[in-house]
């Protein structure tokens, strides 16, 4: 008979009384010396980690990246390398504004972060259900966010502050109506696409660069809720995506997405008509058409949520030779925070909780810091060059150099017409992208959200946010203000036009 696991203490001391405090008498007080309740105690005290500042609500799955097709003349990184190869990853989903505990259906972006386990180190691609985002410089990034969360003084969430900012702000304008449509409240997580939404780079064999956006375009097909929907989902089930996500994967109907990418040269980038790095802009499919790639299946659920997803940790910084960055200025900002926010949330030691820990030999000098779990080098040196160790560094891992633009360094933004044309492609979207469901869904989402704004300021906001939305659409504005009671004055035609 197979003997019984023991009950220990986090030092392995096996021990009895896991229900009874130690006391002086039946009915005295406790003990100071019961060691095994100080510490069942002080561990539960600190089970719940700081959440993540954004994306805290987040569903997980590991499953497969297989190769479809060759994309070897943009990039010699290795999980491309051969059609038919497959790569372990990680996949978190997650809504950006709200609190760990916070409802699937709410209206918002849908975070969509991989995690690539390959030979030569984790590549982590985090991006969003949306192709876009709503700013484009890093420094605006918290004033931001600060508007999705709440309202210092009532602590609940302001309608006024979100379309406050986005008015202040028109290069938000093609997300807000992103948002606002109904893939702002997409049905799962099996039913969304995903974007690395910046522009990365790719180097080949050749130590030849190209620009690269990437696509996941889902399987399941696109599947969206509608308002109400969502609304009556929330009150539901507030887990609904993370339930379905993992019955799906529980009957073995893995989901699926395609890997797809489009690639701009350098010298197409110098010449188009806009900044290509710009993360409010998309690059149109009929001049840059998508290229297939491989294959991503989601089919496995995570044995422990807190330690596969909840302790994950994702970062734009971590790429693998063969990918490179952009001058994307949100990109360049993020490489600095987000592993930041991972050194404050989880320790300066998170890439060796095993979730995040590389699956092949890492070597480096790094040593000490909290929850150091890996021997700490040993009595290996810890500083390089040395004269000890084998460790040496591979010139076939160097980096073609980047020509930057300009030695000019300064704090605006250029002032061309492509750069800072913040209405032509919100326009597209919805007079040629949506169809007449699809628009009559954005206006009525659209004045649902902005029916809280209140305040001294209100018509002002409302006004201001109404020449944006007449800049992009005469269409869309005017049903905008006819929904929202709004007379349209001189002075806001006057700024629409």
Not at 32 to 54: G, S, T
Not at 171 to 186: A, C, F, K, N, Y
Request: charged share 25%; aromatic share 12%; glycine share 8%.
């Amino acid at each position: 008979m197979a003997e019984h696991k023991k009950l220990n203490t986090a030092s392995g001391r096996p021990y009895y009384e896991n229900e009874n405090s130690m006391t002086a008498g039946a009915r005295g007080p406790v003990l100071l010396q019961d060691v095994f309740l100080h510490e069942k105690m002080a561990h539960f005290n600190r089970e719940r980690i700081p959440e993540r500042v954004v994306h805290a609500k987040g569903s997980g799955a590991f499953g497969t990246f297989t190769v479809t097709n060759d994309i070897s003349k943009y990039t010699r990184a290795k999980l491309f390398n051969t059609i038919g190869k497959q790569t372990r990853v990680l996949l978190r989903f997650s809504t950006v504004g709200g609190e760990k505990g916070s409802a699937d259906t709410e209206r918002d972006p849908r975070g969509f972060a991989l995690k690539f386990y390959t030979e030569d180190g984790n590549w982590d691609l985090v991006g969003n259900n949306t192709p876009v985002f709503f700013i484009k410089d890093p420094k605006k990034f918290g004033d931001f966010i600060h508007t999705q969360k709440r309202d210092p003084r009532s602590n609940c969430k302001s309608p006024t502050m979100m379309w406050d900012y986005w008015s202040l702000n028109p290069e938000s304008l093609h997300q807000v109506l992103i948002l606002m449509s109904d893939r702002g409240t997409p049905y799962s997580y099996r039913h969304l696409n995903g974007y690395g939404s910046h522009t990365f780079s790719l180097i080949n064999a050749a130590n030849e660069r190209v620009w690269v956006k990437f696509h996941f375009k889902t399987q399941q097909g696109i599947k969206n809720f509608t308002d109400n929907e969502a609304s009556r989902m929330k009150g539901m089930d507030a887990d609904w995506a993370q339930r379905d996500l993992v019955e799906a994967i529980d009957r073995q109907e893995f989901p699926k997405w395609a890997l797809k990418i489009q690639v701009m040269t350098d010298e197409q980038a110098k010449t188009f008509r806009w900044n290509p790095f710009d993360l409010t802009k998309v690059w149109p499919h009929s001049e840059f058409p998508l290229i297939d790639v491989g294959t991503l299946e989601l089919n496995e659920v995570p044995r422990n949520y807190f330690a596969e997803v909840e302790q994950s940790a994702f970062a734009p910084a971590h790429v693998v030779d063969g990918v490179g960055y952009s001058p994307d200025k949100m990109l360049q900002g993020r490489l600095l925070s987000y592993p930041d926010a991972h050194r404050y949330r989880l320790g300066a030691n998170y890439e060796q909780i095993p979730v995040n820990r590389c699956p092949f030999a890492v070597h480096n000098y790094q040593r000490d810091g909290a929850m150091r779990v890996d021997g700490n080098g040993g009595s290996d040196p810890n500083y390089w060059p040395n004269s000890f160790d084998d460790i040496q560094v591979d010139p076939a891992y160097k980096e073609p150099a980047q020509v930057l633009e300009s030695t000019l360094a300064d704090w605006y933004d250029r002032n061309g017409a492509g750069d800072n044309d913040h209405y032509s492609q919100p326009g597209a979207l919805f007079d040629k992208v949506m169809n007449d469901e699809d628009r009559a869904h954005t206006i009525n989402n659209i004045v649902g959200a902005m029916k809280g704004i209140s305040g001294p300021k209100r018509i002002d906001i409302i006004n201001r946010q109404l020449c944006h939305f007449f800049r992009a659409s005469v269409p869309l504005g005017l049903g905008v203000a006819q929904g929202l009671g709004v007379e349209i004055t001189p002075e806001v035609m006057q700024h629409a036009g």
